[in-house]
């Protein structure tokens, strides 16, 4: 069995890729026979890989153009992410930024070869293992924003206010709790619920392998992690309704999560992500099927301890805290900014009204002679007036008084 040609959506950033490969390399009979008969194991240790060889030349072309489909995604998203980061002038080492794809080997990218495929099946196994836990954490960080929003919400409030909203929480709460029994994940009680409910059934009739074959959506032979979680809806909605208050739907699929490994890893004994019918009738036998312990839901499982939510407001305070120094030293460069644009909104004021004046100051210094007298013709005459102690011709007068010719001096 393939650890991943089943899923529908992994998640991972390249499945789309990862299930053409697959399907295309299911379509060689020889391959295909290689996949379902080799133990999981071995495709982990790149044995399977190895049979790339033997497919057909319509099978490989196809897979090499796949590849080169993806080579060129990869680097429309790295030139993408560098124009979303503002360094359309830099120029771009497409092979170095592509190391960090490890699904495919870049240094080739024009066919797909036998390094291609076990690279993808290394990949794409060590990725779904830590997929699961990414999730967990994620909803981990949701929890905790959403407990910190309360008790932020809290400190607005008055003493009246803040006890209403207290009580209230803690009425949605055990309204939330309040619902049927939930059947233990994958038990005998569990599919015999779906049995009758979904399949509409005789409980009293169920068979196991029959269960399994009607709900083998695509009839391979293997649940893998969707068929799985599918069979857990009943269960689900005996605790989250999206009409109620109290019930919050990311919570629910954390559940469904929760519900999927646990049996994951009761039943997948050959850890391959897949249920095969064996394993299931194998599961079907034990004690924990027959008499399973009781379920314990997540509002019996708190996602975070006391010391997680301590670090956790903690890392939110200091982001506060950064984030109002960062405004704080971008309000002061904008200040910066404004006092010089205004040093130079004053400066050029200043040579505006220079640029005025100069005509003027110019026309002042050279006025205007309307008898166009030489300057020099004077001169001799003013100094030896000076010398004797007379007026000179041309003494400065009051403003409105003008020289009277020296022809008129002795009119009576």
């Excluded at 709790?177 to 005998?188: E, I």
């Excluded at 069979?231 to 109290?246: Q, V």
């Excluded at 026309?363 to 007026?391: I, M, V």
Aim: include cysteine.
């Amino acid at each position: 069995p393939s650890i991943i040609c089943e899923y529908n959506d992994t998640g991972l950033h390249y499945d789309r890729y990862l299930r053409e490969v697959i399907d295309f390399l299911e379509k060689d009979q020889h391959f295909r026979e290689k996949l379902h008969n080799t133990d999981m194991e071995d495709i982990k240790e790149g044995k399977l890989a190895k049979e790339l060889d033997f497919v057909s030349h319509h099978v490989r072309t196809k897979l090499d153009e796949l590849k080169r489909q993806e080579v060129n995604r990869l680097r429309t998203l790295i030139k993408a992410k560098q124009d979303i980061e503002g360094g359309n002038d830099i120029a771009v080492d497409h092979q170095a930024l592509l190391k960090q794809f490890e699904y495919l080997n870049h240094m080739n990218p024009h066919t797909f070869e036998v390094d291609d495929l076990d690279r993808l099946i290394k990949s794409a196994t060590k990725d779904l293992e830590n997929y699961d836990k990414e999730r967990h954490e994620e909803f981990k960080k949701y929890e905790m924003m959403k407990e910190h929003d309360r008790r932020e919400h809290l400190k607005t409030l008055d003493d009246e206010e803040r006890k209403k909203e207290e009580e209230h929480y803690e009425e949605m709460k055990k309204k939330h709790a309040d619902h049927p029994k939930v059947n233990h994940p994958g038990s005998q009680n569990q599919l015999k619920e779906v049995w009758e409910e979904a399949d509409g059934l005789d409980p009293e009739d169920f068979d196991p392998k029959t269960f399994f074959n009607l709900h083998d959506a695509n009839g391979d032979g293997f649940f893998d992690e969707q068929e799985l979680e599918a069979l857990f809806t009943k269960e689900l909605e005996k605790i989250y309704d999206p009409a109620n208050e109290e019930d919050d739907m990311v919570e629910m699929e954390e559940e469904r999560l929760r519900m999927r490994e646990h049996v994951m890893n009761e039943v997948d004994s050959n850890k391959d992500r897949l249920v095969s019918l064996d394993e299931f009738l194998v599961a079907t036998k034990k004690k924990e099927f027959l008499e399973p312990d009781s379920w314990e839901t997540l509002e019996q499982n708190q996602a975070y301890t006391d010391e997680e939510m301590r670090e956790f407001e903690e890392h939110l305070a200091q982001q506060e805290q950064d984030l109002n120094q960062k405004a704080v030293d971008l309000q002061k460069q904008r200040d910066e900014l404004e006092r010089q644009q205004d040093q130079l909104n004053a400066q050029k004021i200043e040579l505006q009204q220079v640029s005025r004046s100069k005509p003027l100051l110019e026309n002042h210094a050279a006025p205007h002679d309307p008898h166009n007298t030489p300057q020099e013709h004077h001169e001799p005459q003013n100094q030896n007036l000076a010398q004797q102690g007379l007026p000179q011709v041309h003494q400065d007068l009051p403003p409105g008084h003008h020289e009277i010719p020296q022809d008129q001096h002795n009119l009576p």
